[in-house]
């Protein structure tokens, strides 16, 4: 717990090893890179003028379906990022104040917390990549690989978003 007025507060948990800082940096660029390389296969995979079978009307391989997984990776793309800005933007020593009585990982920079964040986006961009890669090759498992990606952006939005600024709007 920081004492207010020191000099070397720290988030409750502790300082973060520096290794462990940048595990959420290395995640978070392998899933960009998995991202990108997703969509750019699904490009190839889904052009009419690429796709075996033809096209139109006397195509024999039909289009996939790729609404929910091009939805889900589109949303998880801006969720990463935004985790990245308030990575980026975290703060450099204490913030402020404790919020509610407590040291919070949101207002100091070195907390495992921002790693966590950003890898729990990381999982999410990974599965939303995974989800449509699968749809565009007309593969099983789209479903369970979006739900999951889902699963990973809610409970990102809850822990790095919800709960902090429900903390700091209580705390005055």
Not at 40 to 58: C, E, S, Y
Not at 76 to 103: K, N, P
Request: charged share 10%; glycine share 14%; net charge positive.
């Amino acid at each position: 717990m920081a004492v207010a007025g020191s000099a070397s507060e720290v988030a409750a948990g502790g300082a973060a090893d520096p290794a462990l800082d940048r595990l959420g940096e290395a995640l978070l660029g392998g899933a960009m890179a998995l991202a990108v390389g997703a969509v750019v296969m699904t490009l190839f995979a889904a052009a009419p003028a690429l796709r075996p079978g033809g096209r139109g009307a006397a195509a024999t391989i039909p289009r996939p379906r790729l609404a929910g997984p091009l939805v889900t990776i589109t949303g998880g793309a801006v969720i990463t990022f935004v985790s990245f800005l308030g990575y980026q933007g975290r703060c450099r020593e204490w913030c402020g104040t404790q919020a509610a009585g407590r040291a919070v990982w949101w207002r100091v920079e070195e907390a495992w917390q921002w790693a966590g964040q950003m890898a729990l986006a990381s999982v999410g961009l990974g599965a939303a990549a995974l989800a449509l890669v699968l749809a565009a090759r007309g593969m099983r498992g789209v479903r369970p690989a979006v739900r999951l990606a889902q699963t990973a952006f809610a409970v990102w939005i809850v822990v790095a978003l919800v709960i902090p600024l429900g903390i700091e709007l209580a705390s005055g």
